[in-house]
Structure formats: C-alpha cells, structure tokens
C-alpha cells in the first residue's frame, strides 16, 4: 500500500476518533458546563460516564475478537454513523432531572458500545495492518494529531462559551459538532473502501479457543497493568478544571481556556518527545517505566501542596506547572502504550484480540473510576483533591513495579 493511501486513511481514522469520543471527552474540558446543563451532580455525572465506561470495558474483547473475524473498516463505518445518531439524540436533552438520569445513562452506553465495540479495536486492527512494522509511530500521530485537532476544538469552544454564557446551548451546539464530523468521516471511510478488498481479513481470524491462552500470557498481563495505570492518572486529568475553581477560585472560563490550552499545547509535545524517545531508547516498555517514576514525583508535589494546604499565587503556578507535566506524561504514554503489542510479535491473527483484551483490563478504570471519583468529589469536602491526587500518586508507583516484571 502505497503512502498516500496509508496517509488518507489515518486521516480519516484521526476525524473518526475526533467524533466518536466527542461526548466523552468533553469533560476533559467542560466537566463544570456539563454539570450545569444537565443540571446534574458530581455523583449523577460521574453515572453517566461510568455508564460509558462499563459498556466500553465489556465491549474491547468482543470488538478485538469481531475485528479479526470480519472487516475493520465496516465495522468503523457503522461506529461513526450509529454515533452521530447518538450525539445527535443527546443534544435534545434539557437536563436530569426533565429527561432523567436513567436516559442520560443510556445514551452514553451506547455511545461506549459504539466507540469500543465497533470503532476502537477494528481501527486498531487497521493501523497495525496497514503500518505493520510501523505501527508504533502511527500510533503515535494518529493519537497525537486528534488530540491536537480536539484541543484546538474544545480552545475555541472555550472562547465561545464566554460569549454565549449559556451552558445549555453552548452543550447542544458542540455535541452537533461531534455528530457532523462522525458524519463526515462515516462517509469517507465508505468512499475510501467501496469496492476495495485490500484491507479486508485474509486470514481465518483467531478462535475461541486461543483466547485462554493469552490470559495465561504473562507480557499480555504486564502490558495491561501499564495500561491501567496510566488511565487511571488520565482519568483524573478530568479534575484538573474543577481543581483550579473550587481550590484556587479561578473561574469557570478561565480554567477551562487553561485547560483547552494545556491539552492543545501538550499533545502536540507528548506526541513528539515520547515518540522520538521510544525511537531513541528501543524499547517502549522501558519509556514508560521511566514515564511512571516522572507521574510519581509530579503527584508527590500535588500531595504536599494538598496535605500542608498551602495557598498563594506562587502555589497556584505550580499547581498549574504541575497538571501541565502530568497531562505531559500522562498522553505521551496513552500514545505509545499499545505499540507493546507490536513489540511482543504477536501473530496478524490475534492482534484484535490481544488489543481487545488488553484494552479490556487496562482500560477498566473508566468503568469505576468516574463514580467514586464523584463520591469522593461530593462527601469529601476539603480533602476530595488530596484523596484523587494520593491515588494518582499509588498508581504511578504501581506502574514503576509492573514495567520491572518480565
């Protein structure tokens, strides 16, 4: 395959990612405008997404063994056609307590089950077959160009908002953003692959029987380890905006313009560094090994400031300088964390499946992660960021003991 359809490809697959995640990535941004559009709590929030997580979770076996047993790119088709629908359908809703909490839960489930299920792990299987060798450095860009391109978005969302000042509104409009962008690249995939059959699956595709083999597999065990730590820190990046209001006092448009500038600036840089770092050193296991020693020492600081209460200008700079460096890290490592499959030789056959499995414990934390986090948010008061960013602290630390294990 040529560069230039290798080059059209991941570009649709980078618009694909860019709308199927558009609500759940939203809060990366825009946790405090949610709340208030839907009228909802920390706790009913944290609902909703967990809601997407568990349907997600259970779907990245399932969509890894469905990517090697029939053509990716139908399934990413259909993901970004069946997702617009969905965005769509969550514009029209006013807030909890009118459509219901049980609704709002719903429809973000069955954008997990779209997003996991059909999207991620066939595009997934895509880039690993159509880069083969090189399947770590399109990673890399495919992760690093929609986190840019979706920073850039959420920027210029942010300055939006504080001219419309209205969350409802503003929440509608940039959910029919994301729907017409899963429109678009809905479409082109179909162009690109009408009638071609250069990409389909030549193979038989893994059977059932393999997959208790690789849950005996113990680099399948390490590589998901690594995974689930990182996530787990990624996950907390989502409280990073409402740490700046409610320690800090900064406003809700000024923490979310530094927000959407911090992820803009930093995915570009993440993308860059670890990838010219794996490059550099070899080994990708190594880069994160040393990447989780950097998140220990960065949330040891967020612990001191938070334990000892220390206040000031100088501390908010640092708090600032500090989430910058996590979120640094933290999507230098997301970007390069699934080339460790590619690194283990795993047959063409399996690669969905492994990436579904791995996907499946590593990103579990969006599962649980977002409810407890909510609970802690609401019932602990003054301790709530000291308690996320301690757990952050015993992740990064968990991560440095797995990357020893062979």
Excluded at 73 to 90: D, G, K, N, Q, Y
Excluded at 110 to 127: D, E, W, Y
Excluded at 161 to 176: Q, T
């Amino acid at each position: 395959m040529n560069k230039r359809q290798q080059t059209k490809i991941l570009a649709v697959l980078i618009a694909g990612l860019l709308g199927v995640y558009g609500f759940s990535d939203m809060k990366l941004v825009f946790y405090e405008v949610i709340k208030q559009a839907l009228n909802i709590s920390d706790q009913g929030i944290g609902m909703v997404w967990s809601a997407f997580g568990i349907v997600a979770m259970l779907s990245y076996i399932g969509g890894g063994y469905l990517a090697d047993k029939m053509a990716p790119s139908r399934m990413i088709a259909v993901s970004l056609l069946c997702s617009a629908a969905l965005h769509l359908l969550m514009s029209l809703t006013t807030s909890a307590s009118c459509t219901g909490l049980p609704v709002l839960m719903i429809l973000s489930a069955a954008m997990g089950f779209c997003a996991v299920f059909l999207f991620f792990s066939a595009s997934s299987k895509l880039i690993t077959q159509v880069f083969s060798d090189r399947a770590g450095m399109a990673f890399g860009i495919y992760y690093r160009v929609a986190g840019i391109i979706g920073a850039v978005i959420a920027l210029i969302a942010s300055s939006m908002y504080i001219r419309i000042n209205d969350p409802h509104s503003f929440f509608s409009g940039l959910l029919r953003v994301y729907a017409v962008i899963d429109i678009l690249a809905g479409t082109f995939v179909f162009l690109i692959f009408r009638g071609s059959d250069d990409l389909q699956n030549s193979d038989p595709g893994i059977k059932l029987s393999c997959i208790p083999g690789l849950l005996k597999d113990r680099k399948m065990w390490i590589i998901s380890v690594a995974v689930f730590c990182n996530y787990t820190v990624f996950s907390l990046m989502n409280y990073f905006t409402p740490y700046l209001v409610y320690r800090f006092h900064t406003s809700v448009e000024a923490s979310q313009l530094i927000s959407s500038t911090r992820i803009a600036a930093l995915c570009l840089l993440s993308g860059l560094i670890w990838g010219k770092w794996t490059q550099v050193h070899g080994s990708v296991k190594g880069v994160i090994r040393a990447s989780f020693v950097i998140l220990a020492v960065l949330f040891g600081i967020l612990v001191m400031i938070e334990g000892f209460r220390i206040d000031g200008a100088a501390v908010l700079i640092l708090a600032v300088a500090v989430t910058c460096a996590i979120t640094l890290v933290t999507l230098g490592v997301k970007s390069i964390a699934l080339a460790m499959v590619s690194q283990e030789q795993i047959p063409k056959s399996m690669i969905g499946t492994m990436i579904g499995m791995v996907s499946f414990f590593g990103f579990s934390p969006v599962a649980a992660f977002y409810p407890v986090a909510g609970h802690v948010m609401s019932v602990a008061n003054d301790s709530a960021f000291l308690i996320l960013f301690v757990i952050g602290l015993l992740f990064s630390i968990c991560g440095i003991l797995d990357t020893y294990m062979k």
